[in-house]
């Protein structure tokens, strides 16, 4: 927003990232700047877009890290049939 449509305002992007975030997209024409002015709107959405498949990528990364760590820690698990009974540890009515 600050080098396509100079708007140099931190409250202005803020309020921007936060109706991109909550998909509260026809919200971002209300902003000054993007108001009126062509392509804006598509840009400011467009940039949002790509910033959240920026961010997800390593919050996928981290899933498949501990998912393997878990998977390791099952393999060294020792025998736990003798817990694999008919104790119930809390009843629910």
Same mark, same amino acid.
């Given at each position: ?39 804006? =709107?598509?840009?400011? %959405? ?5 910033? =959240?498949?920026?961010?997800?990528? =390593? %919050? ?8 393997? %760590? ?20 809390? %009843?629910?009515?």
């Amino acid at each position: 927003m600050a080098l396509k449509l100079n708007i140099t305002s931190p409250a202005l992007i803020g309020e921007a990232i936060v109706l991109t975030g909550a998909s509260l997209l026809e919200e971002l024409n209300t902003i000054p700047g993007i108001k009126g002015v062509p392509g804006a =709107y598509e840009a400011v %959405v467009l940039a949002g877009q790509i910033a =959240y498949a920026e961010a997800y990528k =390593y %919050v996928y990364y981290t899933s498949i890290a501990f998912g393997c %760590v878990s998977i390791l820690a099952a393999c060294f698990l020792g025998d736990i049939s003798k817990y694999m009974d008919d104790h119930v540890a809390v %009843v629910m009515h």
